[in-house]
């Protein structure tokens, strides 16, 4: 088994590509040992590792966030559990552990704006998570308010140091020229 590495735009995050699905539906994200211990075998390996401090899965990807660690210290060790782990035939997520999906649990939003936030969302999933995920993260919609859209930033995406610019002058600049009524993104 060949896994690739890819750098993220976040210097503390690196981005694993194991030439298998990940996961089918949604992404899970894991900041602590005690939330993937629960959910997903392979996380909860991961963050045995010292220096691990978050686990992000997408499709075909982990994402995995370290501390002050050095990566030519943590890569190897990621490596050799992520490879054991697929050789193991073990789940990547525990059969009773839920995936995050972009649906409508906690988002926020006036009924009258429903059109706005449909083009919204629709713009999120056609333009930006398909670029967002290249990258090792994932971004999805949380609410809409007076003008403000509100979106949850995961994996790579999360702590980022480019993460602002790319809210305020990618997404931003962007929803924007297709909807008139948006005037500010914010991450939650």
């Avoid at 670029?131 to 995961?154: E, H, P, S």
């Avoid at 995406?157 to 005037?183: D, M, W, Y």
Wanted: proline letters at 6%.
């Amino acid at each position: 088994m060949f896994i690739q590495t890819e750098a993220t735009p976040n210097p503390a995050t690196l981005k694993f590509l194991p030439g298998k699905v990940v996961l089918e539906d949604g992404t899970a994200d894991f900041r602590d040992a005690d939330a993937a211990a629960e959910s997903s075998p392979l996380a909860a390996k991961l963050f045995s590792i010292p220096g691990v401090t978050g686990v992000f899965y997408g499709y075909d990807f982990i994402t995995v966030t370290k501390d002050d660690a050095e990566w030519q210290h943590l890569k190897p060790a990621i490596l050799g559990t992520i490879m054991e782990h697929y050789m193991s035939g073990d789940p990547v997520m525990a059969s009773d552990a839920s995936t995050d999906e972009a649906g409508a649990d906690g988002e926020f939003f006036d009924a009258d704006d429903e059109p706005i936030v449909a083009t919204i969302k629709e713009l999120l999933e056609t333009r930006v998570r398909p670029a967002v995920a290249q990258d090792g993260g994932d971004i999805t919609f949380k609410g809409y308010r007076d003008g403000r859209v509100f979106l949850n930033m995961k994996g790579a995406c999360a702590g980022c140091p480019s993460s602002t610019a790319t809210l305020k002058h990618g997404i931003q600049n962007l929803l924007r020229h297709f909807i008139p009524e948006v005037q500010e993104v914010e991450a939650v």
